[in-house]
T-cell receptor, first 109, second 115 residues
Framework: LAKTTQPISMDSYEGQEVNITCSHN???????ITWYQQFPSQGPRFIIQ???TKVTNEVASLFIPADRKSSTLSLPRVSLSDTAVYYC??????????FGAGTRLTVKP | GEEVAQTPKHLVRGEGQKAKLYCAPI?????VFWYQQVLKNEFKFLIS????????ETGMPKERFSAKCLPNSPCSLEIQATKLEDSAVYFC?????????????FGPGTRLTVL
């Protein structure tokens, strides 16, 4: 059974780099990995998407090792406003959408 | 519009009553998705549409849930005979035509409370 697994929570301090790992053991060759951020009482917001190796945009990087069984969202120099829940989403075999349970990131001053 | 709109924001129903939720996707987006978020965090995929056609309905509890996306109308998700366990936030999302797994733009959600 396809499953997307991530840590329940993480703490960090302002200015630090935060790495959140998602496990997706049953990922297939053509499946993409997408990360979303959710603030309370809001819908999730897209952060980054990748398929292999490394993807970087203005807010984050996504690292995907060769076996693709996991991926790591990297947030450089977090601020208090990055406190949110971060979700990993994998669409297994291009039709089975599975979110992870979310990682609650708390950034402290 | 440039944002996904969902109405109502809150909906309260007694057990056994019908609930109907609406979603207006971003103009020009071909795909619409419905998700159920329970227990604060957990998302469950319900159904997706490509324009007015059902694309994937593997997550839908079909005995009580139905959904439509008709031309020139908001999409809708209807729950017949609601149960206590249907209490959740229901999110609608839309994405552009380039691909089913492109970035999804989520609405603010509808919080359904079944008493």
């Amino acid at each position: 059974l396809a499953k997307t697994t991530q840590p329940i929570s993480m703490d960090s301090y302002e200015g630090q780099e935060v790495n959140i790992t998602c496990s997706h053991n049953n990922i297939a060759t053509n499946d993409y990995i997408t990360w979303y951020q959710q603030f309370p009482s809001q819908g999730p917001r897209f952060i980054i998407q990748g398929y292999k190796t490394k993807v970087t945009n203005e807010v984050a990087s996504l690292f995907i090792p060769a076996d693709r069984k996991s991926s790591t969202l990297s947030l450089p120099r977090v601020s208090l406003s990055d406190t949110a829940v971060y979700y990993c989403l994998v669409a297994y075999n291009n039709n089975d959408m599975r979110f992870g349970a979310g990682t609650r990131l708390t950034v402290k001053p | 519009g440039e944002e996904v709109a969902q109405t109502p924001k809150h909906l309260v129903r007694g057990e056994g009553q019908k609930a109907k939720l609406y979603c207006a996707p971003i103009k020009g987006h071909s795909y619409v998705f419905w998700y159920q978020q329970v227990l604060k965090n957990e998302f469950k995929f319900l159904i997706s549409f490509q324009n007015e056609n059902v694309f994937d309905e593997t997550g839908m509890p079909k005995e009580r849930f139905s959904a439509k996306c008709l031309p020139n109308s908001p999409c809708s998700l209807e729950i017949q005979a609601t149960k206590l366990e249907d209490s959740a936030v229901y999110f609608c999302a839309s994405s552009q035509s380039q691909g089913y797994f492109n970035e999804q733009f989520f609405g603010p959600g509808t919080r359904l409370t079944v008493l």
